[in-house]
């Protein structure tokens, strides 16, 4: 077993620190507090070629592997969680099931976009009553004169309102009970598709979560992604890597948590001494330091199996539950150690607790998770 990173992935890993540190964080706060879409970050890192990092080179990618995206989802979550889940949605979501399924002239046409960053990736999976029942879709698409007319709506969908086109399921046959779920690439500026950005957030108040509504969009045959009534396959597939994203992004978060705690431990002072000389403040900042090696570690191995063409869906689901609930532990207890501070935004740990909980639920929730797991275990 090799845990040292590869001279690239430490490159990018340094990259990605360094531009967190001085270009992600420094406007992080005021983001969340403004709602404002980090938009001049996105077209930085599209100068530095990140925006398609996993992808292969000939769409504009950088054809690096997953534990590398893992890295930069971290780097970037660490300083900023609405930007983490912006460019890890962006990837794994929107580029990635393009990647996996699209025809080659599909991929030139709508994931070199993706790559260079002049499109935001989305995918449209969840609906008001498709939620971790994803196959509870009701959106259809009906074949008609060469093309699918799709109608219906979706809702939590990240990055829409910056994605030039994005993957949707839909139901393209019925059979009693039975649905035939497809996946179909749709142009966000269609007659009749509509992006409303209203929601009301805990958390990530920078990032972009939408709801889409379709009324007979119009969009050519060929624009079914991958097989006929594989959507349902494709998204579970697609999720697996997500979840990967999401790992690493608690993983960030639970790491900038730590940080602000251990600092604030040593400066703050009470009973004559600073608290961290206290063992009630050590024991919490060790298991907190623990905590993220040990999800580290979980992401970094899912990450491993992917790129190694080996089945993965277990330990992505594990990391991905594993470092959400270890993340929302670690932020809760920095919050904890700064006592009523850590109540206050300057000190930006409650920042960190409201964002960390969406971890939990995003890409199938702590309890989606365990069944995953358990299926997977042989239950």
């Known amino acids: 077993m090799n845990f040292t990173l590869t001279e690239e992935q430490l490159m990018i890993q340094k990259m990605m620190r360094e531009f967190a540190d001085e270009v992600v964080a420094p406007g992080a706060e005021a983001r969340d507090k403004n709602k404002e879409f980090p938009v001049e970050i996105f077209q930085k890192l599209s100068k530095l070629g990140m925006m398609g990092l996993p992808f292969p080179e000939e769409y504009g990618g950088g054809g690096a592997d997953t534990i590398s995206f893992a890295i930069a989802v971290e780097e970037l979550s660490r300083a900023c969680g609405s930007t983490g889940i912006t460019y890890s949605a962006h990837v794994s979501l929107g580029g990635a099931p393009l990647n996996l399924f699209g025809t080659h002239e599909q991929k030139e046409k709508y994931l070199t976009p993706i790559c260079t960053g002049e499109s935001f990736g989305a995918f449209g999976l969840t609906e008001p009553n498709a939620g971790s029942d994803a196959g509870g879709t009701e959106t259809t698409a009906v074949l008609e004169n060469g093309d699918w007319v799709i109608n219906g709506s979706k809702c939590y969908i990240t990055n829409a309102s910056y994605a030039k086109h994005l993957a949707l399921t839909a139901i393209t046959n019925r059979n009693g009970s039975d649905k035939e779920i497809s996946a179909i690439i749709v142009p966000t500026d269609a ?189």
């Not at 958390?203 to 709801?211: D, I, K, R, V």
């Not at 594989?230 to 997500?242: E, N, P, R, W």
């Not at 608690?250 to 940080?259: S, T």
């Open 191 to 379: 007659k009749g598709f509509k992006v409303i950005d209203n929601y009301e957030k805990m958390g990530l108040h920078s990032s972009n979560t939408t709801e889409l509504f379709m009324e007979d969009v119009r969009v050519p045959e060929g624009n079914m992604l991958g097989k006929r009534g594989d959507g349902f396959k494709q998204f579970l597939v697609t999720l697996d890597g997500g979840r990967i994203g999401i790992g690493a992004m608690a993983v960030g978060i639970a790491q900038a948590a730590y940080e602000k705690a251990l600092a604030y431990a040593k400066e703050r002072k009470q009973f004559g001494r600073s608290i961290s000389k206290f063992q009630a403040i050590q024991f919490k900042l060790a298991d907190m330091a623990m905590k993220i090696e040990l999800a580290r570690m979980m992401v970094y191995k899912a990450a491993w199996l992917k790129d190694q063409g080996k089945k993965f869906s277990k330990e992505a689901s594990m990391a991905k539950l594993y470092a959400s609930e270890a993340c929302m532990q670690i932020c809760s207890e920095s919050v904890q150690i700064h006592g009523g501070n850590g109540y206050m935004r300057d000190y930006h740990v409650e920042r960190y607790f409201r964002d960390a909980k969406l971890l939990e639920i995003g890409e199938g929730t702590s309890e989606v998770q365990r069944i995953v797991i358990a299926r997977e275990i042989g239950c």
